[in-house]
């Protein structure tokens, strides 16, 4: 069974930075993307970045400048470094992993950015 576990979040003042990472568990065949999604209270839930296999990478605008998807496949983890944080950035942060024509989720992380 393949399980994904985020970690990372937390509280930081705007301005601040936050790295999150998440780690796969299980056997995952050929993971195509690697991506984080994140929920903001009363919004549904957006593409923050994703990564795929060539390693290119896509950002949301809001975020571009700021964030940085990276990925580890030996370690089957993805990272999102996340800098210069304002409380727009404040959402519940998912990790997804997609292969073939399946999508694997994280629970979620907490990221909140208040002075």
């Known amino acids: 069974q393949v399980q994904l576990v985020e970690s990372g979040g937390g509280l930081v003042q705007p301005g601040g930075s936050l790295r999150l990472s998440c780690a796969a568990s299980?056997?995952?065949?050929?993971?195509?993307?690697m991506a984080w999604h994140r929920e903001a209270p009363g919004k549904g839930r957006e593409l923050v970045a994703v990564?795929?296999?060539?390693?290119?990478?896509n950002y949301a605008n809001s975020v571009k400048g700021r964030f940085t998807i990276s990925r580890d496949d030996a370690k089957k983890t993805v990272y999102l470094q996340m800098n210069s944080l304002t409380p727009e950035d404040t959402a519940i942060y998912y990790c997804?992993?997609?292969?073939?024509?399946?999508?694997?989720w994280g629970q979620g992380t907490q990221v909140t950015v208040s002075s």
């Open positions: 990564i795929i296999n060539s390693g290119s990478t």
């Open positions: 299980g056997s995952i065949l050929s993971i195509s993307a």
């Open positions: 997804r992993f997609s292969s073939y024509s399946t999508d694997f």
